[in-house]
């Protein structure tokens, strides 16, 4: 199982919106809605920020939202701050097994 | 509250196995499965497989079948992951998470603090 594609970084100043993309292939993301994506700052654990392509879990900002078209995810985040300076990753399932995204550094300008 | 704890640094040489132990407390440590997550230096994560703590069914990643055992004791609501045949490429921060959703698609919530593990001659 290959890992899902994800740019190696995106960056974007304070206010502004940004979109990272996680593309799979027919045999994960095209065929399940059960996409999530993951938040991690350096030495902690990571952190679900969204599940099942577009729900949020309670407590995550609603700046964090999630969507799907084909065999590729994407994770929007609105009005950056300062904190959402952190990797990203998406993960799939993917039948039997499930992968993740290589990870994406966000910087915030 | 939900508490993952898991077990402590360890050093291993190569061919050598590992244990990594994951006590859940705060929860009904039967109902949800835990799934292993694994991430080595400076690189991404990568799924090991779950555990479903009622039954003890397991589902491995491919990469791993062979190499890795998942199991879990009840009694004191803990989690394994044990790894064999240990490589220097296995050096990493071993990870278990729980599944919040009803089928283990990776909706995890809860993670332990990691497990760094050091394969090093």
């Known amino acids: 199982q290959s890992a899902l594609t994800q740019p190696a970084s995106v960056s974007g100043s304070p206010g502004q919106s940004i979109t990272i993309s996680c593309t799979g292939t027919s045999s994960d993301v095209g065929s399940y809605n059960l996409v999530s994506w993951y938040q991690q700052h350096p030495g902690k654990a990571p952190k679900l920020m969204i599940y099942e392509v577009s729900k949020r879990p309670s407590g995550v900002s609603n700046r964090f939202s999630g969507s799907k078209s084909g065999n590729t995810a994407s994770l929007t985040i609105s009005g950056l701050q300062a904190e959402d300076e952190a990797d990203y990753y998406c993960c799939s399932y993917a039948g039997s097994s499930t992968v993740f995204g290589g990870g994406t550094k966000l910087t915030v300008l | 509250q939900v508490q993952l704890v898991q077990s402590g640094a360890e050093v291993k040489k190569p061919g050598a196995s590992v244990k990594v132990s994951c006590k859940a407390s705060?929860?009904?440590?039967?109902?949800?499965?835990m799934h292993w997550v694994r991430q080595a230096p400076g690189q991404g994560l990568e799924w090991m497989g779950w555990?479903?703590?009622?039954?003890?069914?397991?589902n491995y990643a491919q990469k791993f079948q062979g190499r890795v055992t998942m199991t879990r004791d009840t009694s004191i609501s803990t989690a394994y992951m044990e790894l064999s045949r240990l490589r220097s490429d296995d050096t990493a921060v071993y990870y278990c998470?729980?599944?919040?959703?009803?089928?283990?698609?990776?909706?995890?919530?809860?993670w332990g603090q990691g497990t760094l593990v050091t394969v090093s001659s």
């Open positions: 705060g929860y009904t440590f039967t109902g949800y499965y």
């Open positions: 998470a729980r599944e919040e959703v009803a089928d283990p698609e990776m909706a995890t919530i809860y």
């Open positions: 555990i479903n703590p009622n039954s003890g069914g397991t």
